[in-house]
């Protein structure tokens, strides 16, 4: 799938450019193991998001390789193909704890853009179309990316970073030039991506309608991946030397998260404060778990593969992502 060659290749690149020293996993928890949730029955899948119940949201190739969101429950044994709203395609990116999956799917093959949607796992994934920002423009293309469990939901329509809320939809502004909100917590605090004017790209926290800019670890480069109830931001950006580090923003204070020796990102963070992520490890890039007291573990990928990632933990410290299998990738958690 597109997506995954993307992250292939941006592993690649780093270990490239950054190249890791091996160092000895940080003790942490028991060893968690990969647990393969398959395919619709074509090539790959990758797993998105995950709730405290353990349901997990993503997408995953059909037979024909069409790219369809699934739901997988806890005890079911297969994924549950979501389907589409005629178009072909759909993708599932989160889920919250009263089982409203976001995401995006297609209802015209020969349109340019996905419709935002909502899915209720709980009620035979009935879905909902988000409204658009503008749907008279003429690149109408609305994405959620995750959603609180008051039923708030962010994303990107229109190239800014916008909020639904109970039927609505609104722009969050931007630092010039649009962008996109990646997380929100339960009061409201929403965090993502701006483009200033110059094309810069920052990452920022809003809060009450304010679009506050978080700053940078010293280097050129941010991106942040959720927010939890207690206002931790997490992410990763490159430092004063160009290094990639991952981190925890809290009261405009970034704190540096242990790694393996090189590149880290967390892309997730619950309220407990659990993170997840990936890291290089020696010459690959695997899967990693920190603890409340941000103790790193390395989460390995299916036997016989060198490459996942994390990008969903929930309060019980399971792990939503993907691994390398040999012909693309397949959901996986890890518990």
């Given at each position: 799938?597109?997506?995954?060659?993307?992250?292939?290749?941006?592993?690649?690149?780093?270990?490239?450019?950054?190249?890791?020293?091996?160092?000895?996993?940080?003790?942490?928890?028991?060893?968690?193991?990969?647990?393969?949730?398959?395919?619709?029955g074509g090539?790959?899948?990758?797993?998105?998001?995950?709730?405290?119940?353990?349901?997990?949201?993503?997408?995953?190739?059909?037979?024909?390789?069409?790219?369809?969101?699934?739901?997988?429950?806890?005890?079911?044994?297969?994924?549950?193909?979501?389907?589409?709203?005629?178009?072909?395609?759909?993708?599932?990116?989160?889920?919250?704890?009263?089982?409203?999956?976001?995401?995006?799917?297609?209802?015209?093959?020969?349109?340019?853009?996905?419709?935002?949607?909502?899915?209720?796992?709980?009620?035979?994934?009935?879905?909902?179309?988000?409204?658009?920002?503008?749907?008279?423009a003429q690149?109408?293309?609305?994405?959620?990316?995750?959603?609180?469990?008051?039923?708030?939901?962010?994303?990107?329509?229109?190239?800014?970073?916008?909020?639904?809320?109970?039927?609505?939809?609104?722009?969050?502004?931007?630092?010039?030039?649009?962008?996109?909100?990646?997380?929100i917590n339960?009061?409201?605090?929403?965090?993502?991506?701006?483009?200033?004017?110059?094309?810069?790209?920052?990452?920022?926290?809003?809060?009450?309608?304010?679009?506050?800019?978080?700053?940078?670890?010293?280097?050129?480069?941010?991106?942040?991946?959720?927010?939890?109830?207690?206002?931790?931001?997490?992410?990763?950006?490159?430092?004063?030397?160009?290094?990639?580090?991952?981190?925890?923003?809290?009261?405009?204070?970034?704190?540096?998260?242990?790694?393996?020796?090189?590149?880290?990102?967390?892309?997730?963070?619950?309220?407990?404060?659990?993170?997840?992520?990936?890291?290089?490890?020696?010459?690959?890039?695997?899967?990693?778990?920190?603890?409340?007291?941000?103790?790193?573990?390395?989460?390995?990928?299916?036997?016989?593969?060198?490459?996942?990632?994390?990008?969903?933990?929930?309060?019980?410290?399971?792990?939503?992502?993907?691994?390398?299998?040999?012909?693309?990738?397949?959901?996986?958690?890890?518990?």
């Amino acid at each position: 799938m597109i997506i995954e060659t993307s992250r292939s290749l941006l592993a690649t690149t780093l270990l490239t450019i950054f190249p890791v020293i091996a160092v000895p996993a940080v003790a942490g928890a028991a060893t968690k193991t990969p647990h393969d949730l398959g395919t619709l029955g074509g090539s790959s899948s990758i797993a998105r998001g995950v709730n405290n119940s353990g349901v997990v949201v993503g997408d995953a190739s059909t037979p024909s390789e069409e790219t369809h969101a699934f739901v997988f429950k806890p005890g079911s044994g297969s994924l549950t193909d979501l389907g589409t709203l005629g178009g072909g395609s759909s993708s599932a990116s989160d889920i919250n704890n009263c089982g409203l999956a976001v995401g995006v799917s297609r209802d015209d093959p020969n349109a340019y853009c996905s419709r935002a949607v909502v899915w209720d796992t709980n009620h035979g994934n009935r879905v909902t179309i988000l409204p658009d920002l503008d749907p008279s423009a003429q690149f109408s293309c609305s994405a959620p990316s995750a959603i609180n469990d008051a039923g708030q939901i962010v994303g990107t329509s229109n190239q800014l970073p916008v909020l639904w809320s109970n039927g609505t939809v609104v722009s969050l502004g931007s630092f010039g030039n649009g962008g996109f909100a990646v997380g929100i917590n339960s009061r409201g605090d929403i965090v993502g991506q701006s483009t200033t004017a110059s094309f810069e790209f920052h990452a920022f926290l809003w809060r009450r309608g304010v679009m506050t800019d978080i700053g940078t670890l010293g280097g050129d480069f941010i991106t942040v991946g959720g927010i939890n109830d207690r206002g931790q931001i997490a992410g990763y950006g490159t430092d004063g030397a160009g290094q990639f580090a991952a981190f925890i923003w809290e009261n405009g204070v970034f704190h540096i998260l242990p790694s393996f020796g090189g590149y880290a990102n967390a892309r997730a963070i619950t309220n407990g404060g659990l993170l997840a992520g990936e890291a290089a490890v020696g010459s690959d890039i695997h899967a990693v778990f920190w603890n409340q007291a941000h103790q790193i573990q390395e989460l390995s990928p299916l036997p016989g593969n060198t490459f996942s990632a994390g990008f969903a933990v929930n309060e019980v410290g399971l792990v939503a992502g993907m691994s390398s299998v040999d012909f693309g990738s397949h959901a996986v958690v890890w518990r």
